[in-house]
């Protein structure tokens, strides 16, 4: 099949913009192989980080594993997320791996039903977040590399036991940190005419496609349960492309919308459900947005004072208890308080016929734009003054392999001027909140459309209060520590 | 039984287990010794001054040995601070290096000495204040 096979619309103007029609792309998109073409690389790259990491230099900014890691990947990563979609989780190599094991053996049990939820996914995002700071994950390249590594072994694992992306849906970290951020992405995998769909009964995007005789599958459907028709949005979507491979119709592209745009309705999603009956998503999205005040208040010179007095106070000497209590404060106290209150204050103000809770867990999604502001603010500022820094790592880790083929390692390539890139992180900030309160605003009029201004103002206060704290915190001077209660 | 799914399983994490062990890092004794001190103390954002003294096994001052002082952030990204020591006499050296930003720094001593053997030391510099 090739792109333009399509059936021409009769008013282009009214369709969105497909990637799939895009010449080269769209051959590209619908190679079989495209997935592994685009994943190989990125598992070499994983295996010299690992190799670099466990056996080169012990200092952070002279070490491929981190600088890659925690520079690089980190930005590149929001960045296309921002203005493409979830193309990391296409490109997965963890997944190129999984797949390859796959061949040797196959996962023969069913995903706990209990754990058909983000909970779990919930509670690494947080311990991952939790040991970034408590063991200083960026400054050392031998736990970096053994990050990756457990990421490849829990693949493994997870995959290896049960069947279809349990993983991708249930466990990886990094998913829910994508699935969150895709949902402000501009490009979404989504049928182009319903009525294709309507008239097809075999439903292959989900259930694969099969020989017509053995029933035996030869290419497989949506391995996350997102059946195409009445898939909304990026949630949970990997963009691994397999719905399209399926589709004999070849009625699935990657189509251009408005960003956020899923997050201000609320309709029944194949594989999620609705967005306002799932705390498990509430909870995610809570962590995803005041995870990215947390991650950014670790680097600023304030947090070595919070930790100091708080050592004093509670009579400890060692980071865990302390970080705990920051993190119970930043992760649970902070948006309860904050979501509980502006949600009380619709039901009284506004006159909103719904629960408290409810209440909270709709609007909650109305503050991803914010946090994801702060995520690419963060990222960018570390991607951006070190954007060079990657040549001399480079070229040093090269030359340290006997062959300097590269010349003497360029210690003095950085990245950007800060000044440049903060005015690029306030432009971050500032889309995060505008998108915000966009959103809080859709979600305020169709929940009480006699009176939205109402329902809208406490969800736009708190929106302003975590934009205020994010400019502040923007502003503080960056302290990089690898030992926080040192003193 | 083991299930071929808890073998492989069994397999990955001993390979695991090995590899954990086996990239342990043997460290050489030490066979010159270094006094260092950075001033100003406590270290701040600016200029620094790096006082080094080295003595052999014999407590017997090292001159004419080479020092390159490298300053480095514990967080990728950051760009290295280069100077060259400069000798005071009776085996002491000083350089001149920059702090650009708070925060952890580590100061490594890239030393030749006298006879072209080479050694390197570290110093850490914790809790860098802001200006």
């Known amino acids: ?487 | 039984m083991l299930r071929k799914e808890c073998r492989i399983l069994l397999g990955i994490t001993c390979a695991a287990t090995l590899l954990i062990a086996g990239c342990s890092k043997s460290v050489e004794p030490p066979f010159v010794a270094i006094e260092q001190d950075v001033s100003p103390t406590p270290a701040q954002v600016g200029p620094a001054t790096v006082t080094l003294k080295l003595a052999d096994a014999a407590a017997q001052p090292i001159t004419g040995a080479r020092i390159a002082v490298e300053g480095e952030m514990s967080h990728a990204g950051m760009s290295p601070r280069f100077a060259e020591a400069k000798e005071l006499g009776q085996g002491r050296y000083q350089a001149q290096i920059r702090f650009e930003m708070a925060g952890d720094w580590i100061i490594l001593l890239h030393v030749t000495l006298p006879g072209g053997k080479k050694l390197e030391r570290q110093i850490d510099v914790r809790g860098v204040r802001p200006n």
Not at chain 1, 61 to 81: E, I, M, Q, Y
Not at chain 1, 128 to 135: A, D, G, N, S, V
Not at chain 1, 370 to 395: D, E, K, S
């Open chain 1, 1 to 487: 099949m090739n792109p333009s096979s399509i059936p021409a619309p009769d008013n282009p103007d009214s369709l969105p913009f497909d990637l799939m029609r895009v010449p080269g792309l769209g051959h590209l998109f619908r190679w079989r192989y495209a997935r592994p073409l685009l994943q190989a690389p990125l598992l070499l790259l994983s295996l010299i980080m690992i190799l670099h990491g466990l056996f080169g230099p012990t200092l952070a900014p002279k070490s491929l594993a981190t600088t890659l890691s925690w520079l690089h990947f980190r930005g590149v990563l929001v960045l296309v997320l921002l203005c493409a979609g979830n193309f990391f989780c296409l490109a997965c190599p963890f997944m190129l791996v999984r797949q390859l094991a796959r061949r040797f053996f196959k996962p023969r049990y069913s995903w706990p039903r209990a754990l058909r939820n983000k909970w779990l996914s919930v509670g690494l995002f947080v311990l991952i977040l939790f040991t970034y700071e408590l063991f200083d994950l960026w400054s050392s390249p031998w736990w970096t590399a053994w990050l990756i590594v457990a990421y490849f072994f829990s693949v493994l694992v997870v995959d290896g036991f049960f069947k279809h992306a349990s993983f991708c849906k249930f466990v990886c970290p990094i998913g829910q940190f994508n699935f969150v951020a895709s949902t402000l992405s501009p490009f979404e995998v989504k049928v182009r005419d319903q009525d294709v769909c309507t008239r097809c009964h075999t439903n292959d995007c989900i259930r694969g496609r099969r020989e017509p005789v053995s029933d035996l599958v030869t290419i497989r459907g949506c391995e996350l349960a997102l059946f195409q028709p009445s898939k909304v949005g990026n949630m949970d979507c990997t963009f691994c492309l397999d719905c399209v491979h399926a589709c004999p119709h070849d009625n699935i592209g990657i189509l251009s919308r408005m960003p956020a745009s899923e997050l201000m309705a609320d309709p029944i999603r194949s594989g999620i459900g609705y967005f306002s009956r799932r705390k498990d998503l509430a909870a995610l999205a809570i962590v995803f947005t005041f995870g990215a005040l947390l991650n950014a208040f670790g680097m600023v010179s304030p947090v070595y004072a919070v930790e100091r007095w708080l050592g004093r106070i509670l009579h400890v000497s060692h980071e865990t208890p302390v970080l705990g209590v920051i993190f119970t404060f930043f992760l649970i106290l902070e948006p309860v308080l904050l979501l509980g209150l502006a949600a009380w204050v619709t039901r009284i103000w506004a006159g909103s016929r719904r629960a408290l809770l409810p209440l909270a867990v709709r609007y909650t999604y109305g503050l991803v734009p914010l946090g994801f502001g702060m995520w690419l603010a963060h990222y960018c500022f570390h991607f951006l003054t070190g954007l060079y820094t990657v040549i001399p790592v480079t070229q040093s880790a090269v030359a340290s392999l006997g062959w300097p083929l590269l010349g003497e390692p360029r210690w003095s390539l950085t990245g950007l001027p800060a000044n440049i890139v903060q005015v690029i992180e306030i432009g971050f900030l500032v889309l995060g909140f505008a998108g915000s309160l966009a959103v809080t605003y859709g979600l305020a009029e169709s929940d009480c459309p006699d009176s939205p201004l109402r329902a809208f103002l406490p969800w736009g206060t708190v929106c302003l209060a975590l934009w205020s704290a994010s400019m502040w915190l923007m502003f503080q001077p960056m302290e990089m520590r690898a030992m926080l209660m040192s003193g």
